[in-house]
């Protein structure tokens, strides 16, 4: 008589892709935060920066680094464990993140051609993230 093999079988549905960028946006936002700090840094020692915008550009900054630290949790946490929940909240921050990256990038007092290419590479990051994570949303509730 065969032995018929009982018990649960499982498929993977966490996305590679997602989490190397996940990991690469990690590394690259660290970069990208120390670049931003010494250019608005810089951006106030040579050009008359009003202090009030100086303060503003500092604080958004750091809220920044805030949010992107809790996206990438949420979002590894949510890709690895394959909950849609943890993993919609990060897409949700990521759209907060864009908004912050934009204004950085066009919007804030001095734009360096710096500022706008490290912002233009963070923005591509973040749009093929939103569209990975969406896509693993999409697999995990079905």
């Known amino acids: 008589?065969?032995?018929v093999k009982r018990g649960r079988t499982?498929?993977?549905?966490?996305?590679?892709?997602?989490?190397i960028l996940f990991y690469l946006n990690g590394v690259y936002y660290i970069f990208y935060f120390f670049a931003a700090l010494l250019m608005?840094?810089?951006?106030s020692q040579v050009f008359t920066y009003p202090d009030n915008f100086l303060t503003l550009d500092l604080i958004l900054l750091?809220?920044?680094?805030?949010?992107?630290?809790?996206?990438?949790?949420?979002g590894t946490k949510g890709n690895l464990t394959e909950d849609e929940a943890p993993l919609g909240f990060s897409l949700v921050i990521t759209a907060?993140?864009?908004?912050?990256?934009?204004y950085f990038l066009a919007l804030q007092t001095y734009v360096l051609k710096a500022d706008v290419i490290i912002n233009v590479v963070l923005l591509v990051i973040y749009?093929?993230?939103?569209?990975?994570?969406?896509?693993?949303?999409?697999?995990?509730?079905?």
Request: net charge neutral; proline share 2%.
């Open 1 to 3: 008589m065969a032995a």
């Open 10 to 19: 499982s498929s993977v549905l966490s996305s590679v892709p997602l989490q």
């Open 40 to 43: 608005i840094i810089y951006k």
């Open 62 to 74: 750091f809220i920044m680094a805030l949010l992107e630290t809790i996206r990438l949790y949420f």
């Open 96 to 102: 907060g993140c864009v908004i912050l990256s934009v």
């Open 127 to 142: 749009g093929l993230e939103g569209i990975l994570q969406i896509i693993a949303i999409a697999a995990f509730v079905s």
